[in-house]
DNA sequence: TATAATTTTTAGATTCATCTAAATTATTAA
DNA sequence: TTAATAATTTAGATGAATCTAAAAATTATA
């Protein structure tokens, strides 16, 4: 098993579970090509040979689709990435948009020694820095309630579960807000028209549009819990 | 760069630092390829690229010499290995003979900040668990002065600095008589015919032949900082 | 010093992952 | 339904790092 051949896999499953939701449609060439910044006659390639190893299903000019064992691999993959941004960002104070690149390289470590002793270390968190879900051992992994910010009515309060985009820019700008994970929020006006949000942060007052805002999933701390909080101003209620 | 040619590199420098002093008589290529586990025609096809990037001096039939430039990146590859080897048994409870495998290849790790970052948590050791020093960020190794235990008199104290041999067998054998580095030591007797030598350790009383003595290398925690103890029992007095 | 043994180098092949350019198949729109 | 457009696949090439087997050079031995 090459890094090269655990990239795709990674990238397949991350398809797999877009939005947070299984996707059993599966993947084209060309989508999988772009997101690895490589040639589409390069995935072509590829995934002749991940299907020789069983590892997706695909039929000429079809669609990609992870096997059972395929997904397995990949579900490790990301455990090992969100395990390994965890660690930068609770040890070695690295901030949100520095961790990606370097959890790349250290995902592909392999020792499953390593990566159950750094998860001990931390305490077996659920979520990354980014708030998304760490898959367990036997590769479930767990989605909680959510909803995007730009959906979120006027009064409404909730904290920051993750983050869709994960430019520079994007990251640097949440930063700006502190609209980090796990930062709390509420909704004090919206101006459809205009399509701009105001929010009262942690860090003061901001206004952002709901382009930006879509990419902010907010939760409620209780009802993420698979309880039901029961407040007016939660997320969730109405 | 790729993760290749910094295997190279570091074993290269790891040549010219063998036992613990410079030396500037450069390697072969069959010495090389031996240490790499390689064919002797590799090291060949890779050392010419090594030289057009000028990180070797070599021309046919000749030495293999670092250049300037390669010496500082194999110092730094040398660096980062011991750095994550602390690290791993630091904070991850790895045992001595666990680390090798894994420090190779979190040592390929792209990212000045990570190790910085690495070497800060653990508080700026100077010497890994096998007891090798680390070199600094200016490529500066600090050899401790030591002996090896085979030439120890009776009755001098000492503790372990550093050990040889990283065999699977011996590190066991060593980790059983509780000779790890740092541990304390004081020979009891020596049987000079048949070249056994009789151990006081924290863990009890232990006898192993010459030729294992040799492989382990001890220091005395005062003079090793450049001072002098004074002591009799100093294994550097007399 | 000539010959044998060893070491080093060359030559050519292989595997992995990628590319470009051309050919093929699918999809969309007139 | 046919032509234009877009997506996919094939074919052939490239670069990295390796290998084996044969040739050349060096070193050791008789």
Not at 34 to 53: D, G, I, T
Not at 201 to 218: Q, W
Request: aromatic share 8%.
């Amino acid at each position: 098993m090459t890094s090269t051949v655990e990239k795709y896999l990674k990238t397949l499953t991350l398809f797999e579970f877009q939005d947070g939701n299984n996707r059993t449609d599966g993947c084209t060439s060309s989508e999988l090509a772009e997101r690895l910044a490589v040639a589409p006659s390069s995935v072509n390639n590829m995934v002749k040979k991940l299907q020789a190893q069983a590892l997706v299903d695909f039929e000429a000019y079809g669609k990609i689709h992870l096997t059972e064992k395929g997904r397995l691999l990949g579900v490790e993959l990301l455990r090992k990435n969100r395990i390994w941004k965890a660690f930068l960002a609770d040890y070695l104070n690295f901030s949100w948009h520095e961790i990606n690149e370097i959890a790349e390289q250290l995902e592909h470590v392999k020792s499953h020694k390593l990566i159950a002793r750094v998860e001990e270390l931390l305490g077996f968190p659920r979520f990354d820095p980014h708030g998304e879900p760490i898959p367990d051992k036997v590769g479930t992994i767990l989605v909680p309630l959510n909803k995007p910010l730009s959906e979120l009515a006027v009064g409404k309060e909730g904290y920051v579960l993750a983050v869709k985009d994960s430019s520079f820019d994007f990251l640097s700008f949440a930063d700006r807000m502190d609209l980090k994970i796990g930062k709390s929020l509420k909704v004090l006006s919206k101006n459809s028209y205009e399509g701009l949000i105001a929010l009262q942060t942690e860090n003061g007052t901001h206004t952002l549009t709901e382009k930006s805002a879509l990419n902010f999933l907010i939760t409620c701390p209780i009802c993420v819990k698979g309880k039901n909080c029961g407040k007016t101003s939660c997320i969730f209620s109405e």
